[in-house]
């Protein structure tokens, strides 16, 4: 497992980011039964620089608080089996592990977000790791059933690390 995290901005946590994002990360990959080694890019930005982002490969104006790529395509959210036969450009030639994709997470709106929904910003942070995680699954919440799936993986996930409301 490779978990490549950047910051672009200077973090003020007390507590230690890097252990609960790999956490939350490993915890997911188990969940959603991943059975592969992956690879995953972490990286903290500000409002101003998640908002840049989301302008240009979403279009919407604003800061929003994570941003997922996938470098993988799913016939089905969580549907690995097909993976090796049908992308084998998904893997790392080397390593071997599969390429999942990148994170992006606003420093700011992880705070302002944990204080507007009164919890705390280890769980902001987690909540907003495993959501995305689950986004390099293939899972989405455009639809209510996908959200209501969503949600409670979400909640599933977090409870098994003891990270609770």
Do not use: W
């Not at 507007?116 to 899972?139: I, P, Q, T």
């Amino acid at each position: 497992m490779t978990i490549h995290i950047e910051k672009e901005v200077e973090l003020q946590f007390d507590f230690n980011e890097d252990e609960f994002v790999e956490k939350v990360i490993l915890a997911t990959l188990d969940y959603v039964n991943c059975p592969y080694e992956a690879e995953v890019n972490v990286l903290f930005t500000d409002n101003a620089g998640i908002h840049e982002m989301n302008l240009e490969y979403r279009e919407m104006d604003r800061p929003t608080d994570v941003l997922s790529f996938p470098m993988v395509e799913y016939e089905t959210p969580g549907a690995f089996e097909c993976l090796e036969e049908e992308q084998a450009e998904c893997f790392h030639p080397e390593t071997g592990e599969l390429l999942l994709g990148d994170i992006v997470l606003s420093y700011d709106k992880i705070k302002s977000q944990a204080e507007e929904y009164g919890h705390s910003e280890l769980r902001e942070l987690c909540f907003l790791v495993a959501h995305s995680m689950l986004h390099l699954s293939g899972y989405d919440h455009m639809e209510d059933a996908e959200r209501e799936q969503m949600e409670q993986m979400q909640k599933d996930i977090l409870n098994g690390l003891g990270i609770n409301r």
